[in-house]
Nanobody, 123 residues
Framework: QVQLVESGGGLVQAGGSLRLSCAAS????????MGWFRQAPGKEREFVAG????????SYADSVKGRFTISRDNAKKTISLQMDSLRPEDTAVYYC????????????????WGKGTLVTVSS
C-alpha cells in the first residue's frame, strides 16, 4: 500500500536548521509531484514547498522562500526539506504529500499524505 513516512522533526532554537526527509513506497514515485505542507496549532494546513517530477521545478510559500529548500531523489524515492533560519512561527506538524497534478506554480490536489513530523522552534 501507499506509504509516505516523514522523519527529522524535533526541537530547535530560532535561527537553527533542521532537515526533514520523506520515504515513499507503494506508488510510482517519479510520476508524482511531491511536496511539504504544515499545520500549526489552531490553524489550517498550508502549502510549504513543492517539486516537479524531474526535480527541476520547485515552488515555495512566500513565508519560507530563501530559507527552505526542497529536493528529491527519484532513485531512492525520497524527498527532503532543508530548513534554515528557523523562526518560532515555523512551529508545526510537517506533512509529506504526493500529487498527480501541478497547477500553475504549485501542487494540485494531494493524492497521498504522510502522517506528519513535529517541528518545534523555540525563541
Amino acid at each position: 500500500q501507499v506509504q509516505l513516512v516523514e522523519s527529522g522533526g524535533g526541537l530547535v532554537q530560532a535561527g537553527g536548521s533542521l532537515r526533514l526527509s520523506c520515504a515513499a513506497s507503494g506508488f510510482t514515485f517519479n510520476t508524482y509531484y511531491m511536496g511539504w505542507f504544515r499545520q500549526a496549532p489552531g490553524k489550517e494546513r498550508e502549502f510549504v514547498a513543492g517539486i516537479s517530477r524531474s526535480g527541476y521545478i520547485t515552488s515555495y510559500a512566500d513565508s519560507v522562500k530563501g530559507r527552505f529548500t526542497i529536493s528529491r531523489d527519484n532513485a531512492k524515492k525520497t524527498i527532503s526539506l532543508q530548513m534554515d533560519s528557523l523562526r518560532p512561527e515555523d512551529t508545526a506538524v510537517y506533512y509529506c504529500a504526493a500529487s498527480g497534478t501541478w497547477v500553475r506554480t504549485t501542487m494540485g490536489a494531494v493524492d497521498y499524505w504522510g502522517k506528519g513530523t513535529l517541528v518545534t522552534v523555540s525563541s
